[in-house]
């Protein structure tokens, strides 16, 4: 069983307000990612982690920034919320050991900027 | 660079119904294969993997078997419940230190009681 959570769950927001999307995982996971799903359900990396410190851009260009202060927690900042910020974001998590590993995801936060 | 196709949903089945989700990939080198489910709601779990040639993943009645021939990774259940209804994604990992996922768009299954 997979142990990473995300909240809010929910989070309906007015435009130019900084918003905080918290991710946390208690298996020690070096690897952790941040996807944003469109209602179109296509999944988009757009960042990733290999580990304290480390924080890379993924493949979709996004507004959001992150950091990875700590193993466990990979937190992503969006600074002024916009309409077209509004979807549904996943995080998820890999350990660090061999290129097969399951990538872990938690369960979305999903976003309305109004 | 790596890429995923499945088949465009969505699929609506009755229950008990014979269920096939197509998908095939373009890699370099010798990827591992997923197909992860997401119930409404929620996010992705797991549902099966293969790592190399012919494995044949299986869990929860469903099944895909790697076809380096075909480079494919067809999923398929002989007998879908209501409760299967979700969207289906299958995905490669390839040769890269950071086990990033190239997912296909996403087949969204609907069964029919």
């Known amino acids: 069983e997979a142990d990473i959570y995300q909240t809010p769950r929910y989070l309906v927001i007015g435009t130019g307000k900084k918003i905080t999307l918290e991710c946390s995982q208690t298996m020690g996971h070096d690897k952790m990612y941040w996807y944003q799903q469109d209602p179109g359900m296509e999944l988009h990396l757009i960042h990733y982690?290999?580990?304290?410190?480390?924080?890379e851009k993924g493949d979709l260009s996004s507004e959001s920034t992150v950091s990875r202060i700590r193993t466990e927690h990979f937190p992503l900042t969006l600074e002024s919320a916009r309409p077209s910020h509004t979807s549904q974001y996943l995080c998820?998590?890999?350990?660090?050991?061999?290129?097969?590993?399951?990538?872990?995801f938690g369960p979305g936060t999903r976003l309305t900027v109004l | 660079g790596n890429s995923v196709t499945q088949m465009e949903g969505p699929v609506t089945l009755s229950e008990e119904a014979f269920l096939t989700i197509n998908c095939t990939y373009t890699?370099?080198?010798?990827?591992?294969l997923f197909w992860y489910v997401q119930y409404p709601g929620e996010g992705l779990q797991l549902l099966l993997k293969a790592t190399k040639a012919d494995d044949k993943g299986s869990n929860k009645g469903f099944e895909a078997t790697y076809r380096k021939e075909t480079t494919s990774f067809h999923l398929e259940k002989g007998s879908v419940q209501v409760s299967d209804s979700a969207v289906y994604f299958c995905?490669?990992?390839?040769?890269?230190?950071?086990?990033?996922?190239?997912f296909g768009g996403g087949t969204r299954l609907m069964v029919k009681p």
């Open positions: 995905a490669l990992s390839g040769n890269n230190a950071g086990n990033m996922l190239t």
């Open positions: 982690s290999y580990g304290v410190n480390s924080t």
């Open positions: 998820a998590s890999s350990d660090a050991a061999g290129r097969t590993d399951t990538q872990y």
């Open positions: 890699a370099t080198g010798y990827p591992s």
